[in-house]
Antibody, heavy 121, light 107 residues
Framework: QVQLVQSGAEVKKPGASVKVSCKAS????????IHWVRQAPGQRLEWMGW????????KYSQKFQGRVTITRDTSASTAYMELSSLTSEDTAVYYC??????????????WGQGTLVTVSS | SSELTQDPAVSVALGQTVRITCQGD??????ATWYQQRPGQAPVVVIY???NRPSGIPDRFSGSSSGNTASLTITGAQAEDEADYFC??????????FGTGTKVTVL
């Protein structure tokens, strides 16, 4: 079945960087883009950006521009999200999700299980 | 504006109907997608496009739109429908925006 499996929880100090992985299986990796979405405790979902897994072109939310980098390794069917200059406000669960499109609509399906990133001194 | 606003919380009696709304100027031009998120779990899409349900989503979930408001209706709510619901759209530049979220309680 189609699934995305993410790397495990991370604890980072302020100012550090974190890199989260998202391994895809059950489909051709380069046929679908991958998005990254985060959710701080008790907060709404927040879209961070996406990568065209066939071309490596990436697009980022203005909020995270300059601080986030999304990459992929086609040989490993894995996408990565690296966030730098971490602060306590970056404490959140980070999700990857596969891009879907039909009839003028876009949606995310499936989602990874989520990776908790805790930023604390 | 690309903001999407939802009511923070709604409640519904078991078996009754509840409508969740999502307001934003951008919804005059784009369809909303709806996600269900149960506690401690990743979101799951329940409605996309005009009113499309992915396979496996019960037909008690339906979507509609009017002006700047998109709606998700649960007809005959079940206990397992208790969750947070988020609306979302993708603009012409490829940016995605999520709504503020609605917590649905089934009484």
């Amino acid at each position: 079945q189609v699934q995305l499996v993410q790397s495990g929880a991370e604890v980072k100090k302020p100012g550090a960087s974190v890199k989260v992985s998202c391994k895809a299986s059950g489909y051709t990796f380069t046929n679908y883009a991958i998005h990254w979405v985060r959710q701080a405790p008790g907060q709404r979902l927040e879209w961070m950006g996406w990568i065209n897994t066939a071309t490596t072109n990436a697009k980022y939310s203005q909020k995270f521009q300059g601080r986030v980098t999304i990459t992929r390794d086609t040989s490993a069917s894995t996408a990565y999200m690296e966030l730098s200059s971490l602060t306590s406000e970056d404490t959140a669960v980070y999700y990857c999700a596969r891009d879907r499109y039909a009839s003028g609509s876009w949606w995310f399906d499936p989602w990874g299980q989520g990776t908790l990133v805790t930023v604390s001194s | 504006s690309s903001e999407l606003t939802q009511d923070p919380a709604v409640s519904v009696a078991l078996g009754q109907t509840v409508r969740i709304t999502c307001q934003g100027d951008s919804l005059r031009s784009y369809y909303a997608t709806w996600y269900q998120q149960r506690p401690g779990q990743a979101p799951v899409v329940v409605i996309y496009g005009k009113n499309n349900r992915p396979s496996g989503i019960p037909d008690r979930f339906s979507g509609s739109s009017s002006g700047n408001t998109a709606s998700l209706t649960i007809t005959g709510a079940q206990a397992e429908d208790e969750a947070d619901y988020f609306c979302n759209f993708r603009d012409s530049s490829g940016n995605h925006v999520f709504g503020t979220g609605t917590k649905v309680t089934v009484l």
